[in-house]
Structures are given as C-alpha cells and as structure tokens.
C-alpha cells in the first residue's frame, strides 16, 4: 500500500512535538514530486526520528528546523537541517559508528546509537546518507531512497 509522503511526515512530526525543546517548531515542506510513493514506514519514521531528535538536540531553544522532503524519478529524498552546534571536522568520518559521540556534545545527553540504526536502515533500504556541517552553525544531513526496492539474490521460499 502507498504511503502518503506529506502526510506521514506531518503526523510523524505531530507525534514528537514532546520530543523537542519549547521554542523549537519543525518546518516541513515536500519539495516536488509524486507524494504517494512505496517505502516502508516503519524503517522511514525510525530515520525521521532519529535525525529530527538530533536537530533538536543539538540545538539551542527557539531555533527552527527545516525538514523538506521531494520525490525525483525513482528516488526518494529527504533533508534534515538545523542551525546547532555542528560537527566538529576531526568527528566527521565517525560518525555513524555505534557509540561514537562528537567532542562538542558537552551535557547533551546520548548514547551514540541513533545515526548508527539511521545508517543500517537505510543500506537495508539500499539508499544513501550523507551530512555537511559547520561547526557552531548548523548540519545538514541528506537522506537518498530507491523507490524500487533493492533486488534479492534469493529468492527461494517465496
Ligand atoms: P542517541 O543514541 O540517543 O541518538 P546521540 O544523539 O549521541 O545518542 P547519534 O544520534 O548516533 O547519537 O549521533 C552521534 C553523534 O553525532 C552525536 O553524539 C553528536 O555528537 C553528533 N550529531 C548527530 N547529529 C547531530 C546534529 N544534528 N548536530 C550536531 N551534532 C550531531
Ligand atoms: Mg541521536
């Protein structure tokens, strides 16, 4: 069954408004493309989370976040950006190791799990993440999916 991008987003968004600081707002826009796409809800509600905690997080009260979504042929895209702390460059390739944790959290509570789940969901999914940051400024991070899910080997079973 199709998920409605727009929508998915704005309820995943809806739902974590407990999970942001007072004087944050997350801003949604869907860019273009065809809203009603094939991708499984579970694992993208998992990524949003995650990356949508983390701009929250790490950034100071008041401070927008933009998420903006868009669907371009057979890809599926999706930003997160905020105006924290950023990353330090000595951190930058460790990033989505499992329990790596930047030098620049300072009291920010974490454990250093969440971009580690964000990273394997989305190679099962068979997509891309990326980020660009500056420190003290902000990050952004990028997410690419296939619309077309990623072929099997085996297919035995089925
Ligand atoms: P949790 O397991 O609760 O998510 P965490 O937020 O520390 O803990 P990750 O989400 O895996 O762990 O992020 C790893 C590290 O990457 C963070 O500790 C932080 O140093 C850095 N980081 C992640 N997102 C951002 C961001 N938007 N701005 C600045 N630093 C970030
Ligand atoms: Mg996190």
Redesign the pocket.
């Known amino acids: 069954q199709p998920l409605h991008i727009v929508t998915f987003c704005q309820e995943v968004i809806d739902d974590m408004q407990a999970l942001i600081k007072p004087g944050q707002r997350i801003v949604y826009t869907h860019l273009s493309g065809e809203p009603a796409v094939s991708l499984d809800g579970q694992m993208l509600k998992n990524i949003l989370i995650?990356?949508l905690?983390?701009?929250s997080?790490?950034?100071a009260n008041g401070k927008a976040i933009d998420l903006s979504t868009a669907v371009a042929g057979d890809q599926f895209q999706l930003t997160?950006r905020?105006q924290?702390?950023?990353?330090p460059d000595a951190?930058k390739d460790k990033?989505?190791i499992?329990f790596?944790?930047?030098?620049?959290?300072n009291h920010?509570?974490?454990?250093?799990?969440?971009?580690?789940?964000?990273k394997r969901y989305v190679d099962l999914l068979g997509g891309t993440v990326s980020?660009t940051?500056q420190l003290d400024s902000?990050?952004i991070?990028t997410v690419h999916l296939p619309l077309t899910p990623p072929s099997h080997e085996n297919h035995s079973g089925d």
């Open positions: 995650n990356l905690v983390n701009a997080k790490y950034s997160v905020d924290g702390i950023g990353i951190d990033l989505f499992n790596f944790r930047a030098r620049n959290v920010v509570s974490g454990t250093g799990l969440g971009l580690y789940v964000v980020f940051s902000g990050t991070f």
